[in-house]
Protein backbone atom coordinates (compact mmCIF):
# COMPACT_ATOMS: atom_id res chain seq x y z
CA UNK A 1 0.00 0.00 0.00
CA UNK A 2 2.46 2.39 1.06
CA UNK A 3 4.43 1.36 -2.24
CA UNK A 4 1.63 2.55 -4.43
CA UNK A 5 1.60 5.67 -2.68
CA UNK A 6 5.29 6.57 -3.21
CA UNK A 7 4.75 5.74 -6.87
CA UNK A 8 1.86 7.98 -6.93
CA UNK A 9 3.81 10.52 -5.39
CA UNK A 10 6.45 10.29 -8.36
CA UNK A 11 4.19 10.88 -11.36
CA UNK A 12 2.27 13.33 -9.34
CA UNK A 13 5.58 15.44 -9.02
CA UNK A 14 6.37 14.45 -12.74
CA UNK A 15 3.22 15.74 -14.15
CA UNK A 16 3.23 19.15 -11.09
CA UNK A 17 6.70 19.92 -12.74
CA UNK A 18 5.92 19.52 -16.00
CA UNK A 19 2.66 21.39 -16.49
CA UNK A 20 2.27 23.02 -12.97
CA UNK A 21 -1.19 20.87 -12.38
CA UNK A 22 -2.16 17.21 -12.12
CA UNK A 23 -0.66 16.44 -9.06
CA UNK A 24 -3.79 16.02 -6.77
CA UNK A 25 -5.81 14.24 -9.39
CA UNK A 26 -2.70 12.03 -9.96
CA UNK A 27 -2.17 11.42 -6.34
CA UNK A 28 -5.50 11.20 -4.31
CA UNK A 29 -6.91 8.15 -5.82
CA UNK A 30 -3.95 6.29 -5.49
CA UNK A 31 -3.13 7.51 -1.80
CA UNK A 32 -7.03 7.85 -0.49
CA UNK A 33 -6.96 3.88 -1.28
CA UNK A 34 -3.46 3.36 0.58
CA UNK A 35 -3.15 5.95 3.48
CA UNK A 36 -6.87 7.28 3.46
CA UNK A 37 -8.62 10.57 2.48
CA UNK A 38 -7.86 12.48 4.91
CA UNK A 39 -4.28 11.52 5.30
CA UNK A 40 -3.52 11.86 1.95
CA UNK A 41 -5.10 15.19 1.17
CA UNK A 42 -3.50 16.37 4.15
CA UNK A 43 0.03 15.12 3.29
CA UNK A 44 0.01 16.48 -0.47
CA UNK A 45 -0.72 20.22 1.20
CA UNK A 46 2.87 19.54 3.19
CA UNK A 47 4.86 17.77 0.39
CA UNK A 48 3.43 19.78 -2.87
CA UNK A 49 4.16 23.18 -1.05
CA UNK A 50 7.69 22.23 -0.35
CA UNK A 51 8.62 21.75 -3.66
CA UNK A 52 6.33 23.95 -5.83
CA UNK A 53 5.47 27.05 -3.33
CA UNK A 54 8.87 27.82 -1.80
CA UNK A 55 10.34 28.15 -5.51
CA UNK A 56 7.39 30.28 -6.43
CA UNK A 57 8.15 32.94 -3.50
CA UNK A 58 11.26 33.59 -4.95
CA UNK A 59 10.32 34.52 -8.13
CA UNK A 60 6.80 36.00 -7.25
CA UNK A 61 4.99 37.67 -9.99
CA UNK A 62 2.70 40.58 -9.01
CA UNK A 63 1.28 41.05 -11.77
CA UNK A 64 0.30 37.74 -12.58
CA UNK A 65 -0.50 37.18 -8.69
CA UNK A 66 -3.12 40.36 -9.39
CA UNK A 67 -4.90 38.97 -12.58
CA UNK A 68 -5.47 35.72 -10.31
CA UNK A 69 -6.77 37.12 -7.30
CA UNK A 70 -10.78 36.92 -8.05
CA UNK A 71 -10.09 33.62 -8.74
CA UNK A 72 -7.54 32.82 -5.93
CA UNK A 73 -10.39 34.78 -3.08
CA UNK A 74 -12.78 32.74 -4.23
CA UNK A 75 -10.94 29.35 -3.66
CA UNK A 76 -9.92 30.44 -0.56
CA UNK A 77 -13.62 31.51 0.43
CA UNK A 78 -14.84 27.73 -0.28
CA UNK A 79 -11.65 25.75 0.89
CA UNK A 80 -12.87 25.58 4.40
CA UNK A 81 -16.24 23.95 3.29
CA UNK A 82 -14.63 21.31 1.08
CA UNK A 83 -12.45 20.75 4.09
CA UNK A 84 -15.00 19.95 6.67
CA UNK A 85 -16.59 17.87 4.03
CA UNK A 86 -12.89 15.88 4.12
CA UNK A 87 -12.94 15.56 7.60
CA UNK A 88 -16.01 14.75 8.86
CA UNK A 89 -17.72 12.64 5.18
CA UNK A 90 -17.52 8.90 4.63
CA UNK A 91 -14.01 7.56 3.53
CA UNK A 92 -15.61 5.15 0.76
CA UNK A 93 -18.22 8.01 -0.94
CA UNK A 94 -15.29 10.15 -1.08
CA UNK A 95 -13.22 7.75 -2.87
CA UNK A 96 -15.77 7.09 -5.37
CA UNK A 97 -16.49 10.71 -5.96
CA UNK A 98 -12.53 11.82 -6.64
CA UNK A 99 -12.55 8.97 -9.20
CA UNK A 100 -15.79 10.00 -10.98
CA UNK A 101 -14.14 13.61 -11.07
CA UNK A 102 -10.90 12.16 -12.49
CA UNK A 103 -13.00 10.52 -15.25
CA UNK A 104 -15.35 13.80 -15.79
CA UNK A 105 -12.65 15.92 -16.04
CA UNK A 106 -10.58 13.82 -18.29
CA UNK A 107 -13.32 13.45 -20.59
CA UNK A 108 -13.98 17.14 -20.78
CA UNK A 109 -10.31 18.03 -21.17
CA UNK A 110 -9.81 15.51 -23.86
CA UNK A 111 -13.22 17.09 -25.42
CA UNK A 112 -10.96 20.07 -26.67
CA UNK A 113 -13.77 21.81 -25.76
CA UNK A 114 -13.23 25.87 -26.24
CA UNK A 115 -14.70 28.72 -24.85
CA UNK A 116 -13.29 32.63 -26.34
CA UNK A 117 -16.05 34.99 -24.37
CA UNK A 118 -14.95 37.61 -21.96
CA UNK A 119 -14.01 36.69 -18.52
CA UNK A 120 -16.03 38.84 -16.49
CA UNK A 121 -15.83 38.98 -12.27
CA UNK A 122 -18.26 36.46 -12.03
CA UNK A 123 -17.66 33.89 -14.12
CA UNK A 124 -13.45 34.39 -12.67
CA UNK A 125 -15.69 33.66 -8.97
CA UNK A 126 -17.52 30.90 -10.04
CA UNK A 127 -14.61 28.83 -11.31
CA UNK A 128 -13.05 29.73 -8.12
CA UNK A 129 -15.84 28.45 -6.23
CA UNK A 130 -16.01 25.43 -7.70
CA UNK A 131 -11.75 25.03 -7.80
CA UNK A 132 -12.41 25.43 -3.68
CA UNK A 133 -14.69 23.30 -3.09
CA UNK A 134 -12.43 20.35 -4.72
CA UNK A 135 -9.64 21.64 -3.10
CA UNK A 136 -10.19 21.72 0.17
CA UNK A 137 -12.27 17.95 -0.58
CA UNK A 138 -9.14 16.39 -2.29
CA UNK A 139 -6.62 18.84 -3.66
CA UNK A 140 -8.26 19.04 -6.25
CA UNK A 141 -8.89 22.42 -7.38
CA UNK A 142 -6.15 22.95 -9.83
CA UNK A 143 -8.87 20.63 -12.38
CA UNK A 144 -11.32 22.98 -12.65
CA UNK A 145 -9.04 26.21 -13.64
CA UNK A 146 -7.00 23.85 -16.27
CA UNK A 147 -10.10 23.09 -18.03
CA UNK A 148 -11.01 26.51 -17.55
CA UNK A 149 -7.94 27.86 -19.23
CA UNK A 150 -7.39 25.11 -21.89
CA UNK A 151 -10.81 26.37 -23.35
CA UNK A 152 -9.52 29.72 -23.52
CA UNK A 153 -6.55 28.56 -25.05
CA UNK A 154 -3.61 29.90 -22.89
CA UNK A 155 -0.28 29.36 -23.82
CA UNK A 156 1.31 25.88 -21.49
CA UNK A 157 3.80 28.08 -20.28
CA UNK A 158 0.68 30.48 -19.07
CA UNK A 159 -0.99 27.68 -17.86
CA UNK A 160 1.82 26.27 -15.62
CA UNK A 161 2.70 29.64 -14.71
CA UNK A 162 -0.43 30.37 -13.58
CA UNK A 163 -0.89 26.91 -11.46
CA UNK A 164 1.98 27.50 -9.94
CA UNK A 165 1.39 31.01 -8.91
CA UNK A 166 -2.72 30.17 -7.92
CA UNK A 167 -1.54 27.36 -5.48
CA UNK A 168 0.93 29.56 -3.67
CA UNK A 169 -1.92 31.91 -3.03
CA UNK A 170 -4.42 29.77 -1.53
CA UNK A 171 -2.13 27.45 0.22
CA UNK A 172 -2.30 29.49 3.48
CA UNK A 173 -6.19 28.84 4.13
CA UNK A 174 -6.47 25.00 3.04
CA UNK A 175 -3.63 24.93 5.81
CA UNK A 176 -5.58 26.58 8.33
CA UNK A 177 -8.96 24.77 6.82
CA UNK A 178 -6.78 21.42 7.73
CA UNK A 179 -5.35 22.45 10.79
CA UNK A 180 -8.69 23.83 12.44
CA UNK A 181 -10.51 20.31 11.32
CA UNK A 182 -7.65 17.96 12.99
CA UNK A 183 -5.64 16.76 10.26
CA UNK A 184 -2.21 18.01 10.42
CA UNK A 185 -1.41 15.87 12.66
CA UNK A 186 2.61 13.75 13.17
CA UNK A 187 1.40 11.53 11.30
CA UNK A 188 0.44 13.52 8.27
CA UNK A 189 3.95 14.89 8.60
CA UNK A 190 5.51 11.52 8.73
CA UNK A 191 3.61 10.82 5.52
CA UNK A 192 4.91 13.94 3.62
CA UNK A 193 8.68 13.66 4.32
CA UNK A 194 8.38 10.02 3.03
CA UNK A 195 6.50 11.45 -0.03
CA UNK A 196 9.07 14.05 -0.52
CA UNK A 197 11.75 12.49 -1.98
CA UNK A 198 10.15 10.88 -4.80
CA UNK A 199 7.74 13.87 -5.78
CA UNK A 200 10.66 16.19 -5.67
CA UNK A 201 12.44 13.35 -8.08
CA UNK A 202 8.82 13.35 -10.02
CA UNK A 203 8.78 17.33 -10.30
CA UNK A 204 12.97 17.60 -11.29
CA UNK A 205 12.19 15.25 -14.35
CA UNK A 206 9.11 17.15 -15.31
CA UNK A 207 10.94 20.50 -14.70
CA UNK A 208 13.47 19.31 -16.84
CA UNK A 209 11.92 17.90 -19.88
CA UNK A 210 8.84 20.61 -20.42
CA UNK A 211 10.85 22.52 -23.12
CA UNK A 212 11.41 19.52 -25.12
CA UNK A 213 8.60 17.79 -25.53
CA UNK A 214 5.92 19.73 -27.69
CA UNK A 215 2.52 20.58 -25.66
CA UNK A 216 0.57 17.64 -27.83
CA UNK A 217 2.89 15.26 -26.63
CA UNK A 218 2.52 16.33 -22.85
CA UNK A 219 -0.42 16.39 -22.83
CA UNK A 220 -0.99 12.65 -24.13
CA UNK A 221 1.43 11.89 -21.25
CA UNK A 222 -0.45 13.19 -18.69
CA UNK A 223 -4.04 11.96 -19.80
CA UNK A 224 -2.81 8.05 -19.14
CA UNK A 225 -1.36 9.22 -15.82
CA UNK A 226 -4.67 10.55 -14.48
CA UNK A 227 -6.55 7.49 -16.78
CA UNK A 228 -4.67 5.34 -15.10
CA UNK A 229 -4.84 7.05 -11.38
CA UNK A 230 -8.33 7.38 -11.44
CA UNK A 231 -8.58 3.65 -12.57
CA UNK A 232 -6.56 2.69 -9.66
CA UNK A 233 -8.02 4.16 -7.01
CA UNK A 234 -11.87 2.95 -7.55
CA UNK A 235 -13.04 1.15 -4.40
CA UNK A 236 -13.71 -1.99 -6.81
CA UNK A 237 -10.20 -2.73 -7.20
CA UNK A 238 -9.26 -3.29 -3.21
CA UNK A 239 -9.61 -6.57 -3.11
CA UNK A 240 -7.83 -7.43 -6.37
CA UNK A 241 -5.36 -5.27 -5.23
CA UNK A 242 -4.97 -6.36 -1.69
CA UNK A 243 -5.87 -3.41 -0.34
Known amino acids: MMLAALTGAFLAGLARGFSGFG ?19 ASLLVFDFIVAGLPVIRNFDVERARRLLPIALSVSAIIPIGGWVAANGDPDV ?10 A ?27 G ?4 LAALS ?23 TLALLTTLVTAATYALNGMLTAHVFRVAVLMLVPYLAGAW ?11 QTFRKIVY ?15 SLLGR
Open 23 to 41: SGLIFMPIASAALGPKVAV
Open 94 to 103: IRWSLSFVVF
Open 105 to 131: ALAMITAGLKWHGRETLLIAMMVGALS
Open 133 to 136: FLGG
Open 142 to 164: GIVVVIYWLARDITPSDLRANMF
Open 205 to 215: IGTSVFHLASP
Open 224 to 238: VMILMSGVIGLPVFD
